[in-house]
Nanobody
Framework: QVHLVESGGGLVQPGGSLRLSCVAS????????MGWYRQAPGRQREMVAT???????NYAGSVKGRFKISRDNAKNTVYLQMNSLEPEDTAVYYC??????????WGQGTQVTVSS
């Protein structure tokens, strides 16, 4: 079992920045892929960015060049640095943990609102 706790969401103006954090606790796999998904009102949940333990990363096209995912494996933490935020980035952001054996876990979500 893995428990995920996110933090760092909030309200920011267009062009601003936010940093999300997600701490994983429990039985942590060294093969785990950690990442971030988001869900805007009326839309399906979509992948934002993922990273393996050795920082092989994958980004959604809409965030490439603006968002950066990173991990601190010693702290079982994944971060999402979001720059040049746009109103279209407004969504609930969810931390995701893929153990690599078929088990997956979600955080509770953190709201990000980009508005002037």
């Amino acid at each position: 079992q893995v428990h995920l706790v996110e933090s760092g969401g909030g309200l920011v103006q267009p062009g601003g920045s936010l940093r999300l954090s997600c701490v994983a606790s429990g039985i942590i796999s060294r093969f785990a892929i950690m990442g971030w998904y988001r869900q805007a009102p009326g839309r399906q949940r979509e992948m934002v960015a993922t990273a393996t333990r050795v920082m092989l990363t994958n980004y959604a096209g809409s965030v490439k060049g603006r968002f950066k995912i990173s991990r601190d494996n010693a702290k079982n933490t994944v971060y999402l640095q979001m720059n040049s935020l746009e109103p279209e980035d407004t969504a609930v952001y969810y931390c995701h943990y893929n153990a690599g054996n078929g088990d997956t876990y979600w955080g509770q979500g953190t709201q990000v609102t980009v508005s002037s």
